[in-house]
């Protein structure tokens, strides 16, 4: 299994962090492949970009001024094979490449992720700190096996994360608000 590309640079709308490859994105060579996981669909769906994408086609997103990363870099087939050391690391390296590329948001894919980086327990939606200058938006995560979220509330928060992005006010954070809003 192969480490994934970071697609970063200065300049960006916002960066997308997750928690580390998972076994079919290692193979694949590519971000979110995993049969079960909506990452892409919710991306077009949400409004963060105009045409919908392929794992294949993770490059492309910055182009729309998206970038992406892991907290841990090395492929794994499940969290239980990540080791304490491996959270460490990461914490640190994410931490520099956060605060050189300055992005304007910085989305976490799943709770676990922000709260592994963070060290302390978080909510999903808009966090009330900053990070590196960048506002902080916690996203459910789209892993198939890893989420009791429903398609729709992932989805009211991507387009909230959207409206962040592109400079819009996000409204509110909470699950709750998640169930009715957004069903098209």
């Known amino acids: 299994m192969r480490i994934l590309t970071d697609y970063l640079r200065d300049g960006l709308k916002?960066?997308?962090v997750g928690f580390n490859p998972g076994e079919a994105s290692a193979r694949a060579g590519h971000y979110y492949a995993g049969r079960?996981?909506?990452?892409?669909?919710?991306?077009?769906?949400?409004g963060l970009i105009p045409e919908p994408l392929e794992p294949e086609d993770?490059?492309?997103?910055?182009?729309?001024?998206?970038?992406?990363?892991?907290?841990v870099k090395r492929p794994s087939r499940g969290?239980?094979?990540?080791?304490?050391?491996?959270?460490?690391e990461g914490r640190v390296i994410l931490g520099q490449k956060l605060?050189?590329?300055?992005?304007?948001?910085?989305?976490f894919n799943g709770k676990l992720v922000y709260e592994k980086f963070s060290c302390r327990p978080v909510k999903i939606g808009?966090?009330?700190?900053?990070?590196?200058g960048a506002q902080v938006y916690v996203?459910?995560?789209?892993?198939?096996?890893n989420t009791t979220e429903t398609h729709t509330e992932?989805?009211?928060h991507f387009r909230q994360l959207a409206a962040l992005v592109n400079g819009q006010a996000a409204r509110g954070s909470g699950a709750a608000r998640a169930k009715g809003v957004g069903r098209d």
């Open 14 to 16: 916002a960066i997308i």
């Open 36 to 46: 079960g996981n909506s990452f892409w669909p919710l991306l077009y769906e949400s």
């Open 58 to 71: 993770d490059r492309r997103l910055l182009e729309f001024g998206i970038g992406l990363t892991d907290l």
């Open 79 to 88: 969290i239980e094979e990540i080791r304490r050391e491996d959270f460490t």
């Open 99 to 107: 605060e050189q590329h300055a992005p304007r948001v910085i989305a």
């Open 126 to 132: 808009l966090q009330k700190e900053r990070l590196y």
């Open 139 to 145: 996203l459910p995560s789209t892993s198939g096996q």
């Open 154 to 156: 992932k989805l009211y």
